[in-house]
């Protein structure tokens, strides 16, 4: 095939496959990815202020984040299990006037690693996406219009393709 870009996990008949990554070279992999709840200014104060009747709200929803990471191919069809090296979870509070849209809320970045054949960014969007659901299931007695938005991946690097940065962050 040429350099042309194409969908690496249909076969040339149009059927869905895992790609074999047997011939490929184990390298050092990272991924950064991001998700952001917003929510009342009242929820994102109880969370801050340790108030919430379940629990310490971003401590479990830093926990759920890995644990969404190792499972990922668990729940991703065509994932790959992975040996993950690194699952990192960081969440932060986000304030009215931090953000253009004005939105209040909790800010979660991913990053993930691992030694291996195949990249790791559905492992870190998985774990922002993970992360951002235990806090609404955290949250939902008193929030039920949160909204999780804008999980993207921020960085990946490593492999054949090398480093690849959003540009627009």
């Not at 709200?57 to 830093?62: D, I, K, S, T, Y």
Request: with cysteine.
């Amino acid at each position: 095939m040429s350099d042309e870009k194409h969908l690496t996990h249909i076969d040339e008949n149009g059927d869905v496959r895992m790609v074999d990554v047997s011939e490929k070279a184990v390298t050092k992999r990272i991924a950064v990815a991001e998700g952001f709840i917003s929510m009342h200014r009242s929820t994102l104060d109880m969370i801050v202020e340790g108030k919430a009747a379940k629990g310490d709200v971003l401590a479990c929803a830093r926990v759920a984040g890995i644990m969404g990471a190792k499972r990922t191919s668990d729940i991703i069809p065509m994932c790959h299990p992975l040996p993950i090296t690194k699952a990192k979870v960081e969440c932060a509070p986000v304030f009215e006037g931090e953000r253009e849209d004005g939105r209040v809320g909790i800010h979660v970045t991913t990053t993930t690693g691992v030694t291996g054949k195949t990249g790791i960014e559905m492992e870190a969007l998985t774990a922002a996406s993970i992360a951002c659901l235990t806090i609404y299931d955290m949250c939902k007695a008193v929030d039920r219009g949160m909204e999780i938005t804008d999980v993207r991946l921020l960085l990946k690097d490593g492999g054949k393709t090398g480093l690849w940065e959003r540009k627009d962050q």
